[in-house]
């Protein structure tokens, strides 16, 4: 079955700093991957995701993702973070159920950013 | 354009007790999704309607919780009784079709406090 891991449940990093939350998948098939971001006591927002095609996905807010097979990952990263990016990341997977395809979440990460 | 509506925001209920959540999705939407997200863990799917139908409800306690969505718009999530481990935020999701990388569209979500 699909699934995701996130390494880290807590990233901190100061402000104008490199962001870098990790993601690593588990599939037998190529899969479908998402990040999605939740700003405190509000639903999930899309940042990206990867289909097919080029390996390099590029988001919203100055996120991307880059798609690596031979190392089953697809970390998030931003060059330099702004204290509005404070929030919970989670990886997704699109896993196929029984009549569709659903989301498989990861635990998450929170990302903290200092001044 | 209107985003994923659910109310209400914040419930708090004794154990035992019954409660419900109301969702309206994005107008025409299609699919819509119920995810269960407890502290510090991703959004785990419960249910899924395509139109007003049931697609995939596998992961649904169903000797306690229960769902519907009538005419194919908004829908109900139903928990009677409540034990004290169904606290959680419960978040509701829709999308235009159930594609594998098709966008879901997230409402705020109903934080559920049970004592």
């Known amino acids: 079955a699909q699934s995701v891991t996130q390494l880290g449940s807590h990233v901190s990093v100061s402000e104008g700093a490199l962001v870098l939350l990790r993601c690593n998948y588990s599939s037998s098939v190529p899969p479908y991957l998402f990040w999605y971001v939740q700003y405190p006591n509000q639903g999930l927002q899309l940042l990206l995701k990867y289909t097919t095609g080029a390996t390099l996905v590029k988001g919203i807010n100055g996120f991307e993702a880059e798609f690596k097979k031979s190392e089953t990952s697809f970390h998030l990263t931003k060059p330099s973070a702004h204290m509005s990016d404070a929030a919970e990341y989670f990886c997704?997977?699109?896993?196929?159920?029984?009549?569709?395809?659903?989301?498989?979440f990861g635990k998450g990460t929170s990302l903290l950013v200092t001044p | 354009e209107a985003g994923v509506a659910q109310s209400p925001r914040y419930k708090i209920i004794e154990k035992r007790q019954s409660v419900a959540f109301w969702c309206n999705p994005i107008?025409?939407?299609?699919?819509l999704y119920w995810y269960q997200q407890i502290l510090g863990q991703g959004p785990k799917l419960l249910i899924q309607?395509?139109?007003?139908?049931?697609?995939?409800d596998s992961q649904l306690p169903k000797d306690r919780f229960s769902a519907e969505r009538l005419k194919g718009v908004d829908s109900t999530l139903k928990i009677q009784p409540a034990k004290l481990e169904d606290s959680a935020v419960y978040l509701c999701?829709?999308?235009?079709?159930?594609?594998?990388?098709?966008?879901?569209?997230f409402g705020p979500g109903t934080r559920l406090t049970v004592l």
């Open positions: 309607f395509q139109n007003n139908g049931v697609v995939d």
């Open positions: 999701a829709s999308s235009s079709d159930p594609g594998s990388y098709n966008e879901q569209f």
């Open positions: 107008s025409g939407h299609a699919t």
């Open positions: 997704a997977v699109s896993l196929f159920s029984n009549s569709g395809y659903a989301l498989n």
